[in-house]
């Protein structure tokens, strides 16, 4: 889990390009545990199943990013390891 706080309305994107697994990500706003969930992506960045999202505005307040593996494969395991953000 990754958190970021904002000061003042803010453009913010967010992406899991080079990301080394099938990742999705999603954001939640105000607390980690029960915040409303804002948003969440699987593969829009377009690039090896990495995960995008876009805010127009984000309005002052923490913000709580999560970065998740996708599935687990019978063959291969879970989607997990380190990620980029």
């Not at 992406?15 to 990500?25: K, L, P, W």
């Not at 995008?52 to 997990?80: A, C, I, Q």
């Amino acid at each position: 889990v990754f958190y970021f706080t904002l000061t003042q309305p803010s453009y913010v994107e967010l992406d899991t390009i080079g990301t080394s697994f099938d990742s999705t990500m999603y954001v939640r706003a105000g607390f980690c545990e029960g915040g409303v969930e804002l948003d969440c992506d699987d593969d829009s960045a377009g690039v090896n199943w990495s995960a995008r999202l876009v805010f127009d505005v984000l309005f002052p307040g923490t913000y709580f990013v999560f970065v998740d593996g996708f599935t687990v494969d019978p063959d291969l395991g879970p989607n997990e390891g380190p990620f980029q953000l």
